[in-house]
C-alpha cells in the first residue's frame, strides 16, 4: 500500500522506541516528522532520511511552530504518535512539587497539547487520522517508588480513554490507540538515574526510604537487560496497526510483564494486589533480606 500521503509525526526519537519507530516507518513508505532534544539526536534522524526537527515538548511555542513547518510542507497530518517522555523514581512522600511537575508537563501535559492542536488543526478538518499515545504497564498497575510516572500514566490513560468516546460521538473518523509497554530496551534507565540524582539522591540520607534508595541507586547504574525486555520493534509493530487498520484496538499490551500485571490488577482485590506489588517491590530493592 502506498503511504505516500500519509506523515506522521513522532516525538522523542533521539533513542530507543522513537528512533525505531521514525526508521520502520520511514521505510514502510511514510513521510516521518520525528522530533528530538538535542542537535545530535536530529543530525542522527536526519542521516535517516526522515525530517526531523528540534522539539522539547513542554515548550508550546516550539510546537506550535513544528505544526507551522508541517501544515506548509506537507498541508496534512495522518499520525501523531505521542512518544516522548521519562520515569521519575521516587517515593510518593518524598518527591517536591517541582518534580512533579516536571513528569507531568512531559508525560501528560505536553501530550493532551500536541493531541489537542493535531486535531483542530489538520485531524478534524481532514476527517480522518490517527492518535497513538505511549502509556506504560505502569499505567495500568502502580508500583512503589514509581508514584509521578504512574500517576502521569493513568491520567495519559483517562484522559485517551475519554478522548476516544468523545471522537466516536462524532462518528469521525479518527482512531485512538494506547500502547502499554513493560520493559523495552531504550535509554529509560539513564534517564530515570537523571532525575533520581537530581531530585532524590539530594535527600535519600534524610528518608525513611534510605536504604531502598541505596540498591536502586546501584540498579540505575547497571547496564544490562531486565527480565522480560523485548526490542522497540514489539511496540512499533502496534504502532503500524493503529496507523494501518480501520478499527484500531484502544489498548496494545506489550511484553509478558504488562500481560501479568494487568491480569493481575483485573482479577485481584486492592489488598491482594499490593501483596503482589509488594513482594516485588521488596525483591527488587533489597528489602526482603
Not at 509525526?9 to 533513542?15: A, K, Q, V
Not at 542537535?39 to 515548550?59: I, N, S
Not at 496497526?241 to 482485590?269: A, N, V, W
Request: glycine share 6%; hydrophobic share 40%; aromatic share 10%.
Amino acid at each position: 500500500m502506498d503511504y505516500a500521503n500519509k506523515p506522521v509525526l513522532i516525538t522523542g526519537c533521539s533513542s530507543g522506541i522513537g528512533w525505531r519507530a521514525a526508521q520502520l516507518l520511514h521505510e514502510r513508505g511514510y513521510p516521518v516528522i520525528a522530533t528530538a532534544r538535542s542537535e545530535e539526536g536530529v543530525a542522527r534522524l536526519r542521516d535517516l532520511g526522515v525530517d526531523a526537527q528540534f522539539l522539547e515538548v513542554t515548550d508550546y511555542a516550539q510546537v506550535d511552530a513544528l505544526l507551522d513547518h508541517i501544515q506548509t510542507r506537507y498541508g496534512k497530518l495522518y499520525g501523531v504518535f505521542n512518544n516522548a517522555g521519562y520515569s521519575q523514581v521516587g517515593a510518593a512522600e518524598d518527591l517536591p512539587d517541582e518534580a512533579l511537575r516536571e513528569q507531568f508537563d512531559t508525560n501528560f501535559f505536553a501530550v493532551t497539547y500536541i493531541t489537542n492542536q493535531v486535531l483542530k488543526r489538520f485531524m478534524r478538518p481532514q476527517g480522518d487520522g490517527r492518535i497513538i499515545q505511549n502509556s506504560s504497564v505502569m499505567g495500568i498497575a502502580a508500583m512503589s517508588f514509581r508514584a509521578a510516572y504512574c500517576a502521569s500514566k493513568h491520567a495519559l490513560e483517562a484522559y485517551t480513554d475519554a478522548l476516544r468516546q468523545e471522537l466516536a460521538l462524532t462518528d469521525s473518523n479518527i482512531r485512538v490507540g494506547l500502547v502499554e509497554p513493560g520493559p523495552i530496551v531504550s535509554r529509560i534507565r539513564q534517564n530515570k538515574q537523571k532525575f533520581f540524582l537530581k531530585y532524590i539522591e539530594p535527600i535519600m540520607h534524610d528518608s525513611p526510604h534510605q536504604r531502598a534508595y541505596e540498591t536502586m541507586h546501584k540498579g540505575l547504574a547497571m547496564t544490562g537487560r531486565i527480565p522480560f525486555t523485548l526490542e522497540p520493534d514489539a511496540v512499533v509493530k502496534d504502532v503500524i496497526d493503529i496507523l494501518e487498520s480501520q478499527r484500531p484496538k484502544p489498548r496494545y499490551y506489550q511484553t509478558r510483564l504488562t500481560y501479568i500485571m494487568g491480569f493481575i490488577k483485573r482479577i485481584s482485590s486492592s489488598r491482594g494486589y499490593d501483596k503482589v506489588a509488594l513482594k516485588i517491590t521488596r525483591k527488587e530493592t533489597g528489602l526482603d533480606k
